[in-house]
């Protein structure tokens, strides 16, 4: 499994950004896909996560800085998960990854993109 992201920026404080994550490889629809981030002198923390759920369903979980504001979504026809980020803060400033895993139970993301940065600012 590949991933790229795309999308980062310098966007105004209380602004909108979306990002684009490019996924390929075998099975990939029923691949965990999550957004991570890391911003200066901290550790990469949580974002958003489509967890699979059989067939064609998948659920959102989003970290609880995110919720209200961001939105998890996936086109399986371009094999594509993007990250709507709206009412954007300064401490969303971050490096944004996206990373992907298989849905058994208690495993961690083991495939990871480069990152993409993210610079809100006033």
């Known amino acids: 499994v590949q991933l790229q992201a795309s999308g980062g920026?310098?966007?105004q404080t209380g602004g909108s950004l979306r990002l684009s994550c490019a996924v390929s490889g075998r099975?990939?629809?029923?691949?965990?896909?999550?957004?991570?981030?890391?911003a200066p002198g901290k550790e990469r923390e949580f974002v958003a996560a489509l967890r699979w759920a059989g067939?064609?369903?998948y659920y959102a979980d989003y970290a609880d800085?995110?919720?209200?504001?961001?939105?998890i979504?996936?086109?399986n026809a371009k094999n594509t998960?993007?990250?709507?980020m709206n009412s954007l803060k300064d401490e969303d400033t971050a490096v944004y990854y996206c990373a992907a895993k298989s849905p058994t139970?208690?495993?961690?993301?083991?495939?990871?993109?480069?990152?993409?940065q993210v610079t809100v600012s006033s």
């Open 27 to 38: 099975n990939i629809g029923i691949y965990d896909i999550a957004w991570f981030r890391q």
């Open 73 to 75: 979504s996936r086109d």
């Open 9 to 11: 920026g310098l966007v």
């Open 65 to 71: 800085s995110v919720k209200g504001r961001f939105i």
């Open 81 to 84: 998960v993007y990250l709507h």
């Open 55 to 57: 067939g064609v369903t």
């Open 105 to 116: 139970p208690g495993k961690e993301y083991d495939y990871w993109g480069q990152g993409t």
